[in-house]
């Protein structure tokens, strides 16, 4: 090979290589993303089944209730709109009736039940996600910050 | 009065820096050896006094001197001393304290151990790092003062976020520092060769045990900070794809491919301008993930405050050095000669190939990291980008590079033949594929992928192995001849073999728990038993606690293997008083490299609670590849080749090595 065609070689199977890397990328973007939702968003953008999302607001007080011991049923709420959810597992330490939480799932065709895999924990107790605190603000809610869980 | 000279010598240290950041650069322009020489007094003296500083908010924190703002957000009196120590560093203040003192001390060792490097080179260098030295204490001194006062002083302070009162705080952030800020070092030495426009394999061979050391720290950094996320928050998940997370991991890819292409330099003299660009791109992530962590754009445990003057400080001082960085690059790039050529099959091509997955890998993280904070911007959208991205676009590109790794070091320089390093390759693949059978076959089945996944991690350790037997003449020569020429070989090839294994046995880990972990969420009263990995669990009951600064509530499980007792595993759920936050403490009990993982949820009646029990197969090969990386990356650093102060192969009997300093 010359010096040109070796170059040649060298630079396509870059621009080959980054091309492959740029349409993954975007096939990842258009399969693998979670919008976040707030409870009186969902009424009027239409998630069809199945599509993962995260929701997010504030757990509604007196709505937690454990099902047999490890199912736990919740609805969040950004006082506009209500979400029942539903979530297997251990809920993170920091999760607290009146507390913002944000879930990640989705909703089964047929009904209304949001089913959550994963429900985000809080690092710290002064932490309210921001997602959610973001969008209350902008509904008016007014936020208890730490002051509440003491 | 000590609180007061502490602040006085971090001002100090500012002047002393702009000393250092003016005076030798005018010194190699107008080739005064005096200007030149004060870079090294003035590096090290500004150490000094920053080290001094951060002495004293540590005696502050050690005493528990409420009357300092910092200590009183951040420490309790009743917290133990080692807490209290690593406390100086678990706040935004003072842990941008520690990275300006790692900064000034990476001075301080070019300036101490760089006495072989030409003067205009030494004193350019220490100039650009005084630069950065000089921002940052700014950005402490006007921002983030740690030694701001509180009057009148409380009795008690706010305690520490219960999450950081481990022993991993005492650890992670000085490791993941000194790699992060450690780069610093290989910018300097890329801005010092475009001022002068000059640049050879010397070069390479002085940035190269630089680049190694950060490296081998920005390893340790991560695979502890992964570790310490691991057993403390009671998830049982390793990596998260978390922002946080990838403003580490993106250094140590771009330092990754750093180290290789510096590599090709050092040798053959080309690839100048690409590594060139590399350094300054490390360095840059590093300031990029500064600022994601330190400026509050992104909410996690790593963002102490959130005041939006200290990100745009971060922020401005991010676009100068980038963008600083990059004009000089775009301006003086052209001036230095590109080097030699080399065929695309060849150990140079090796690497390039190397450089060309690993900095696309960057770039997808990047895009992933960065994205929802664009997209929110522009159209007020909210996502997340979770692991689902990232194993779509970064497990899916490395993967090429997995199978190339034996293949690097096998190929000739200039001229490779692959077809004969594949055939010196096929014990290994044979070795793989047989392992990766024998464990499926173990293992019950699972998803065929983990076959493939254990084989290459294997062909990967045996493969690094190969080169070792090939270059020694393993079965071509007596055993006595290989064995003299095996412990002849450069330290280089073994620390290459052993990070090379390294990346296998994390590969291992990662695979193994992938594929076949178990996880089992119960509701268990005591006396109930539960199976996972082999294992039964018996839950004996729960017992209440205390510590110096928590309560906790602890469940007893036994461990039972064929009905014999083999272990016990403690799992709590602890309060902090001062904070009134609960954590979880998981309970974890390793057998061989496997684990079992068992954390508490709520309390139900009758003495029942909710367990979450893993079974995490093999997972201790992930952390234990990366022990194998850092041993790797000390080998190589102690070669002689690679000494600061042996730029030739003149005799000099006692040079002291780089890795010696550390």
């Known amino acids: 090979m010359t010096r040109k065609q070796k170059r040649l070689a060298i630079i396509g199977g870059g621009v080959g290589f980054l091309t492959l890397a740029v349409l993954l990328v975007m096939f990842a973007f258009s399969q693998a993303i979670a919008y976040f939702y707030v409870p009186s968003d969902l009424a009027k953008a239409d998630v069809p089944p199945g599509t993962r999302i995260r929701l997010g607001g504030l757990v509604e007080a007196g709505s937690v209730k454990r099902g047999d011991g490890k199912t736990v049923t919740f609805t969040v709420t950004d006082t506009l709109g209500q979400v029942p959810v539903t979530y297997t597992g251990i809920l993170p330490d920091l999760f607290r009736e009146g507390q913002g939480v944000v879930t990640e799932g989705t909703f089964v065709a047929g009904s209304s039940v ?37 | 009065m000590i609180i007061e000279l502490g602040h006085y010598a971090l001002v100090l240290a500012l002047a002393t820096a702009f000393v250092q950041a003016a005076l030798p650069i005018l010194g190699s322009r107008l080739n005064d050896r005096a200007l ?106 006007l921002t983030s003062n740690p030694f701001a006062r509180l009057i009148p002083a409380p009795g008690e302070g706010k305690d520490l976020n219960p999450i950081l009162q481990d022993v991993g705080l005492a650890i992670h952030p000085p490791l993941l ?187 997808t993280v990047l895009t992933g990291t960065l994205y929802p904070l664009v997209l929110e911007a522009l159209t007020g959208d909210k996502i997340s980008v979770g692991p689902p991205f990232f194993n779509m676009t970064f497990g899916l590109l490395m993967l090429p590079l997995l199978f190339a790794v034996p293949f690097g070091p096998l190929l000739a320089w200039k001229r490779g033949d692959l077809m004969g390093v594949a055939q010196r390759l ?24 983990a076959l493939f996944g254990i084989a290459l991690g294997v062909y990967l350790i045996v493969g690094s192995l190969t080169d070792l037997a090939l270059r020694s003449g393993l079965g071509k020569v007596t055993g006595n001849v290989a064995w003299r020429r095996f412990s002849g070989l450069p330290r280089s090839a073994f620390g290459t073999a052993l990070a090379h294994i390294g990346l296998g046995v994390t590969l291992i880990g990662i695979v193994a728990v992938t594929a076949f972990e178990t996880e089992t969420v119960v509701e268990m009263k005591p006396g109930m038993t539960v199976d996972a990995g082999g ?83 093999m997972i201790l090969c992930i952390w234990g590849g990366t022990l194998f990386m850092m041993a790797g990356g000390f080998v190589s650093l102690s070669d002689r080749r690679l000494r600061v102060g042996a730029p030739t192969r003149a005799k000099r009997p006692k040079t002291v090595p780089v890795g010696a300093a550390e």
């Open chain 2, 426 to 449: 096929f014990a290994a693949v044979a070795v793989g594929l047989v392992v990766g059978c024998i464990y499926y076959y173990v293992m019950n089945g699972g998803p065929i992928l």
């Open chain 2, 177 to 363: 520092y000194l790699g992060y800020v450690g780069f610093s070092v290989c910018f300097s030495f890329a801005i010092a060769a475009l001022i002068e426009g000059r640049i050879d394999a010397a070069w390479a061979r002085w940035v190269r045990p630089w680049t190694l050391a950060a490296w081998t720290f920005l390893t340790a950094g991560i695979s502890m900070g992964s570790y310490w996320a691991y057993y403390e928050l009671g998830w049982g998940g390793w990596w998260f794809w978390d922002p946080v997370e990838n403003a580490s991991f993106m250094p140590w890819l771009a330092g990754t491919a750093l180290l290789h292409s510096a590599l090709v330099m050092e040798k053959r003299e080309a690839l100048k301008i690409w590594t060139v660009l590399l350094a300054i791109m490390t360095f840059s992530l590093s300031l990029l993930g500064t600022f994601l962590v330190r400026s509050g754009v992104l909410t996690s445990v790593h963002a102490f405050a959130t005041d939006p003057t200290r990100g745009i400080f971060i922020l401005a001082i991010l676009v100068f050095f980038i963008g600083g960085a990059f004009s000089l690059f775009a301006f003086r790039a052209s001036r230095l000669k590109a080097g030699g050529i080399f065929a695309p099959i060849s150990r140079e091509g090796a690497l390039v190939f190397n450089n060309l997955i690993l900095t696309t890998a960057t770039a």
């Open chain 2, 535 to 617: 294992y039964t669990l018996r839950f004996d009951g729960m017992r209440n606690g205390s510590g110096p600064n928590y309560s906790e509530e602890s469940g007893h499980f036994t461990i039972m293997s064929g009905g014999v007792v083999v272990a016990d595993i403690w799992s709590s759920k602890r309060l902090y008083q001062a904070r009134r936050m609960p954590t979880t403490e998981a309970g974890i009990r390793t057998f061989g490299l496997s684990q079992l993982y068992v954390s508490l949820g709520d309390q139900i009646s009758e003495g029942g609670i909710v367990v979450r029990i893993w079974w995490k197969p």
């Open chain 2, 36 to 141: 030149m020489e004060l870079a090294s007094s003035a590096a090290v003296a500004c150490f000094l006094l920053v080290a001094f500083s951060f002495a004293v908010l540590t005696f502050a924190y050690v005493t528990s001197d409420f009357s300092v703002r910092n200590v009183w957000e951040n420490s309790h009196s009743l917290k133990p001393l080692i807490y209290k120590i690593s406390g100086v560093w678990g706040n935004h203040e003072g842990s941008m304290l520690l990275w300006l003192l790692i900064l000034v001390f990476f001075s301080a060792l070019v300036a101490t151990f760089g006495r072989n490097l030409p003067e205009t080179l030494k004193a350019n260098v220490l100039a650009v790092q005084a630069w950065i030295a000089v921002a940052f204490t700014l950005f402490i001194l």
């Open chain 1, 114 to 150: 949001f089913v959550a895999d994963s429900v985000l924990a809080k690092h710290d107790e002064t932490y309210m996600p921001k997602d959610v605190a973001d969008r209350l603000k902008a509904q008016g809610v007014e936020l208890s910050g730490k002051e509440t869980v003491r």
